[in-house]
C-alpha cells in the first residue's frame, strides 16, 4: 500500500484551542452540574447532526455513528442526550477508554439529529463540591442534628457553614460539627446560640474529593447507503464523510458562519443541519451571499423548535442552480449549531460521482484573523487543494497566505482581496511537480476558511475522493506556567480482517523552534498499545510530520482506538487526522477535527441569595491535560472591597481541591476566582478564571 500522505488528506477543526470565551458564567444552585470555568473548553461536546436512514440531497440512505473517548485515566460515564438536553443513554468508559454507538442505537426509528456529550468521574468522589441542607432544629436545646450526606463512602466534609436568615453561626462557639460515614452531625452542645426548635436553618458543606471533569473527544462518521455499528466501513459503502464533535463552547451561538454554500454548482449540492440546542422555539434564519460580491441573494427562515434540526436542502429551497456563496445563520438569543454537508451525486463531466464532504459553521464572535493549515496538496499523486476565503468582518478584507514546505520553508506568498463582507476568494497553490505544504492564513478581518481536497484524476480506488477540513483559527495564545495543549485523536483505525480503515495523523509545527511531539495509543478498553510511546523529534518551525496507521509496524491490525499526542518540547503544533478505506466504492474519506486538551479549573460556589452578612462556600479544583488532580496549586478569590474573603491565597488539597469562605453585607458584588499559576498574587487575564456575581442583598 502507499504511503498515506500520498493516498489522501487530513483536516482540523478550529476549536478555540487553549483560551476560550472570558464571558461570565452564571450560577444555578437547582442545576446538578456546578458552575464551571469557560477555559476548560471540553466540558460538553456538541454534535450538530447524526443521520439516521435519511436521504440528504437526493442520495443516501445515510446513517452515522459516533465514537466517544475517554483522554482521562479514571473511568467516567459518559450521558448522551438530544440536543433539548432529553437523555437518552449513557455509557461507562474505562480510563483511556473508547466507544461508538451507531445512529440507529440513538435514535431507534425516529430520524437523526443533534447531540450533547456529557462526562463525569465514576467512582467515591462528590458529584457537587458544595451542597446546601435545609434542616429543622430538633429539640430540647444543646443536642445534635443529623443530615444523610448523598456522597459516597469515604468522601469527607471539609467545611460546614450554619445559618438562619440572616444569622450566621459560629463554631466551635455555637455548634461543632462531625461525620461518621455519610452522617453529618451538628452538635449544638457548645450551648452558644441555635435556632428555636422545630425552625429550619441552613447547612452548607463543602467535600474533599469532588469528582473530576471528563476530559472527553468524539468523531461523527458519515456514511450511505448502508448502516455501520462500529465506525467501520466497507464494499457495502457508496460514500464516506465525518467530522468531530466539538466543545460547546465552540459550537453553539447566537449567529453562525458557514464557510461555503453550493445550489448543484459543478455538481455540488449543500444541506445545512440547524439544530436549537437551547430550552425555547427559535426563529432562524439562513442568510445567502453570492459570490464574489457578497451580495445578499435570499434569505430563508424557519421555526425550530427545542432540541430540533432544519435540514436546509438549497436545491429544494429554490437557489438557482450554479449559485455559490456563503451563508450565515442567526437567531436573536437563541443557541444554535450547524453542520453542513455537500454532496456530489452528478458530475457535469461525467465521472467521478458520488463525493461527499461535511464542513461545520462556526459563532462568529469565535473567528480570528490567522488561520492555520495543516495540510495542502499540489498535484500530489494527483491530489489538490483548494483554499476558500471567507470574510466574515463587516469591511472588506486583504488576506495574506503563506504557503510551507514539510521542511519549514518558505513555498511561497500569495495575496487575496480585497475580498468584500460575507464572500469569498479562493486561491490554489501551483507550482511544477507534485508538493505537500502547510499554510498560514492572515487577514485584516476575521475570516473562515473551507479547505477542500480532491482527486478528480488518475488511477486506482482513490480517484474520486473527497475531504474537506477548516482552517484551524489562531494565532495560539500560551499562558505562562502552561505545558503545551494535548492533542487528542478520538477514532484512530488500522486495516485488518474487521476491515480496511486507516487513519493518520498531520503534526503542524506552527511555533518558531523545532517540536518534539511523543504519541500514545490507546484501544477500546483503553490499554496502551505499541509503539506507545512514539517520539517524534525534530519537527522543524512551519513544518510538518505524517504519522500513518499501516506504516507502524508494531500497531496490531484492526487497531481501533484513540491517540494522544503530548508537545513536550518547542511548538505549540496543531493536528489534523483523516480516514479512509479504498473498499468503499466511491468515496471513502472522512476528515475529523483533532481536539485540544489542557489544565482546567471547576469552580463550585454555595448558595447566598438573600443572606446578608453570611458565608458563601466556593471549592475552586484543579486537574491537568488528562484529568490527574494536581495538589499544593494556588487559588485566588478576589472581589471588591466590602467583601471578606477567608483564607485566599488557598492552596489546593492532595485531590486538587481549596475552600474558601466569602461574604458581603447587603450587596451584590462580582467575585472572581482563579488559578495563580505564577503565584505572583493577581489574577492575571491569561490565568485559568471564573467571575460570578454573589449577591447578599436582603
Not at 246 to 263: D, M, Y
Not at 309 to 329: F, Q, S
Not at 465 to 481: D, F, H, K, V, W
Request: glycine share 10%.
Amino acid at each position: 500500500m502507499k504511503h498515506w500522505s500520498r493516498r489522501f488528506g487530513v483536516v482540523l477543526l478550529a476549536l478555540g484551542l487553549l483560551v476560550a470565551s472570558s464571558a461570565p458564567v452564571t450560577a444555578n444552585w437547582s442545576a446538578p452540574t456546578p458552575t464551571a470555568s469557560l477555559w476548560d473548553i471540553d466540558e460538553q461536546l456538541v454534535v450538530p447532526y447524526l443521520p439516521n436512514n435519511e436521504t440528504l440531497a437526493g442520495t443516501g440512505p445515510w446513517h452515522g455513528t459516533v465514537t466517544v473517548a475517554n483522554a482521562s485515566n479514571f473511568p467516567v460515564t459518559v450521558d448522551i442526550a438530544k440536543a433539548d438536553g432529553s437523555p437518552i443513554t449513557s455509557v461507562n468508559l474505562p480510563g483511556n477508554g473508547s466507544t461508538t454507538l451507531a445512529a440507529g442505537t440513538l435514535f431507534g426509528s425516529s430520524p437523526g439529529g443533534g447531540l450533547l456529550l456529557s462526562g463525569r468521574e465514576q467512582g467515591g468522589c462528590a458529584s457537587q463540591a458544595v451542597q446546601e441542607f435545609t434542616k429543622t432544629r430538633g429539640t430540647p436545646a444543646n443536642t445534635a442534628d443529623t443530615i444523610a450526606l448523598p456522597v459516597p463512602s469515604g468522601v469527607n466534609v471539609t467545611q460546614v457553614v450554619v445559618s438562619q436568615g440572616t444569622t450566621l453561626y459560629a463554631a466551635p462557639a455555637d455548634y461543632t460539627f462531625s461525620q461518621v460515614g455519610t452522617t453529618l452531625n451538628i452538635s449544638w452542645a457548645p450551648g452558644g446560640a441555635e435556632p428555636a426548635g422545630g425552625s429550619a436553618y441552613s447547612v452548607q458543606v463543602a467535600y474533599d474529593f469532588p469528582c473530576r471533569p471528563a476530559r472527553l473527544s468524539a468523531a461523527v462518521k458519515l456514511m450511505a447507503p448502508a448502516p455501520s455499528t462500529n465506525g467501520r466501513t466497507s464494499s457495502t459503502h457508496l460514500m464516506v464523510s465525518g467530522y468531530a464533535g466539538l466543545s460547546r463552547a465552540s459550537a453553539v451561538g447566537s449567529t453562525l458562519v458557514a464557510p461555503i454554500a453550493q445550489a448543484n454548482y459543478s455538481g455540488w449540492k449543500t444541506v445545512l443541519h440547524v439544530t436549537n440546542v437551547g430550552s425555547t422555539l427559535c426563529s432562524v434564519t439562513v442568510k445567502l451571499y453570492q459570490h464574489p460580491s457578497g451580495t445578499q441573494t435570499h434569505t430563508l427562515t424557519q421555526a425550530v423548535a427545542a432540541g430540533a434540526t432544519w435540514n436546509l436542502d438549497l436545491v429544494a429551497a429554490g437557489v438557482p442552480n450554479n449559485w455559490l456563496g456563503t451563508a450565515r445563520i442567526e437567531g436573536v438569543g437563541c443557541q444554535l449549531t450547524a453542520s453542513i454537508d455537500r454532496i456530489k451525486p452528478t458530475q457535469p463531466w461525467g465521472t467521478p460521482v458520488n463525493m461527499a464532504l461535511t464542513n461545520l459553521a462556526l459563532p462568529a464572535g469565535s473567528l480570528t484573523s490567522t488561520v492555520y493549515v495543516p495540510l495542502v496538496f499540489q498535484a500530489y499523486f494527483d491530489w489538490n487543494t483548494g483554499l476558500a476565503v471567507t470574510n466574515a468582518g463587516g469591511v472588506p478584507a486583504t488576506v495574506t497566505i503563506n504557503y510551507y514546505g514539510t521542511n519549514g520553508n518558505l513555498i511561497t506568498t500569495k495575496s487575496l482581496g480585497p475580498i468584500a463582507s460575507n464572500s469569498m476568494d479562493f486561491d490554489y497553490l501551483s507550482g511544477s511537480g507534485g508538493q505537500l505544504a502547510q499554510a498560514v492564513i492572515t487577514s485584516t478581518q476575521p475570516i473562515i476558511v473551507s479547505v477542500d481536497a480532491v482527486k478528480y484524476t488518475g488511477g486506482g480506488a482513490d480517484v474520486g475522493q473527497a475531504l474537506t477540513s477548516m482552517g484551524i483559527n489562531g494565532p495560539l495564545t500560551l499562558t505562562p506556567g502552561l505545558p503545551m495543549p494535548l492533542l487528542r485523536v478520538p477514532l484512530f483505525q488500522k486495516q485488518g480482517s474487521s476491515g480496511n480503515d486507516n487513519s493518520g495523523i498531520q503534526l503542524f509545527n506552527v511555533g518558531g523552534a523545532a517540536a518534539t511531539v511523543t504519541l500514545d495509543f490507546f484501544d477500546a478498553s483503553g490499554a496502551p498499545q505499541p509503539p506507545s510511546p512514539l517520539t517524534v523529534p525534530g519537527i522543524a518551525p512551519n513544518g510538518a510530520v505524517t504519522i500513518y496507521a499501516p506504516s507502524q509496524a508494531p500497531l496490531p491490525a484492526n487497531f481501533q482506538g484513540q491517540v494522544r499526542a503530548a508537545v513536550t518540547a518547542g511548538g505549540p503544533v496543531v493536528a489534523i487526522t483523516n480516514n479512509v478505506n479504498y473498499d468503499v466504492q466511491a468515496d471513502g474519506s472522512a476528515a475529523f477535527n483533532v481536539a485540544t486538551g489542557q489544565r482546567a479549573l471547576r469552580v463550585d460556589f454555595g448558595k447566598v441569595a438573600n443572606k446578608s452578612g453570611v458565608d458563601t462556600i466556593i471549592v475552586a479544583q484543579t486537574v491537568d491535560e488528562n484529568g490527574v488532580q494536581m495538589p499544593a496549586q494556588q487559588i485566588l478569590v478576589q472581589g471588591p472591597a466590602g467583601l471578606t474573603i477567608t483564607t485566599s491565597p488557598a492552596f489546593t488539597n492532595m485531590f486538587g481541591a481549596a475552600t474558601v469562605l466569602v461574604k458581603g453585607t447587603n450587596t451584590t458584588a462580582p467575585v472572581t476566582v482563579c488559578w495563580d499559576l505564577n503565584t505572583n498574587g493577581n489574577c492575571d487575564p491569561t490565568e485559568p478564571q471564573v467571575m460570578q456575581s454573589l449577591s447578599w442583598a436582603p
